[in-house]
């Protein structure tokens, strides 16, 4: 996984999560949102919690909160 990049707003992290599809249970999706908010690329984090990954939560996740 790459290293983060500037850290994210936790509301702006909270809203994207809220229009993703398909987003795994607890515990896997307060990891997906610390990951989010610490700076970590969108596919890299939803990549650490989800197997395969659900490309309408990530297409969600970029379009909300950027690429890598």
Do not use: F, S, Y
């Not at 996984?1 to 249970?25: E, I, K, S």
């Not at 990954?53 to 969600?60: E, F, P, S, Y």
């Amino acid at each position: 996984m790459a290293p983060p990049q500037q850290p994210r707003d936790p509301a702006q992290v909270d809203a994207a999560l809220a229009l993703a599809p398909a987003l795994p249970a607890d515990p896997q999706r307060a990891r997906l949102r610390g990951l989010l908010i610490e700076g970590h690329c969108a596919t890299d984090a939803l990549r650490q919690v989800q197997d395969p990954i659900n490309r309408q939560t990530l297409l969600v996740l970029v379009g909300r909160l950027g690429g890598c």
